[in-house]
């Protein structure tokens, strides 16, 4: 597991605390949830792994309901200890995403400062990398993936080493 998946996992459980705040549900039920909010690799063995955390710590509560349309399904509820982590959550996450909000926009002021290359403003119109600019509004601007190794040029400036 990459850094990046183990960050996403690091929140997954706020996430079921958030669906299960909206409505009670059933694992499978929370899988199909969490796709339908971009978590589309989730592995429901882990999500009914965190939900049976979840349900030791207190934070959920889960019981049998017995359905005329198929087997039992445990259905889980939040407690008013998982509320309370939810509300923390938020106000971390909060605390998160203005730090990231900052991150993103300054590396976006600084490719517009700077051009691909450091030196200047970066060249429009035709031949440009199109995988550099994603267009007005649609979010920041990440150098293009290429062969996975970083060019020096596309790098900014103050993660570039100089070689003498």
Known sequence: MDAHEAECRSLLPPVLLLLLAERPGHGYELVRRLAAMGWTDVD???????????????????????????P??????????GAMELALSFV????????????????????DATGPDGTGPE??????????HPGPGKGPRA???GSGRAD?????????????
């Open 44 to 70: 429901s063995a882990h999500v009914y792994r965190l939900l049976r955390g979840l349900e030791a710590c207190g934070s959920v509560t889960s019981s049998w309901d017995a359905s005329f349309h198929g």
């Open 92 to 111: 971390r996450l909060g605390e998160l995403h203005g730090v990231l909000h900052l991150f993103l926009e300054r590396y976006g002021q600084l490719r």
């Open 72 to 81: 039992a399904r445990r259905v889980y509820t939040v407690t008013h200890q």
């Open 152 to 164: 020096r040029a596309e790098r900014p400036h103050h993660m570039r080493r100089n070689r003498t």
């Open 123 to 132: 060249p429009t119109g035709p031949g440009t990398d199109a995988g550099v």
């Open 143 to 145: 150098p293009s993936v």
